[in-house]
């Protein structure tokens, strides 16, 4: 079996944002494409016999899109309980549709995360329709 190790050297810059454990590459943060979007590591791998190589790796962190659970109605259809999944240090803008031709104004902007679930109440008294979608701000 090999077994493999972070060790410094060119290309080691961001090692302490991972560790290894066996054959995998852990993040030892959490990672947010909006402030740092790819990280320098070097790994040695070492054979049975203990001979080794050293090689640097570029990770590249890629943006998620927010995924917006689907809206909670409350009994009678008073109001939408909006739920999506929050990363910290962030701030979030609510907008809202009622006919997605005519596309998305702002409902409520300037939200603060709160995770690692955000949720915003939205009225639907009176509306036949209506559509949301939630933003990050960077």
Known sequence: TFTYTLVAGPGSSDNASFSISGTDLLTA???D????SSYSIRVRSTDPGGL???QPFTITVTAVPLVLDAPQIAPGGGEAVLQWSSLPNRFYTVLQSSNLSTGFSPLQTNLPATPPMNSYTDSVTGVAMKFWKVSAQQ
């Open 29 to 31: 943060a959490t990672f």
């Open 52 to 54: 080794w190589i050293e």
């Open 33 to 36: 494409h909006g402030i740092k």
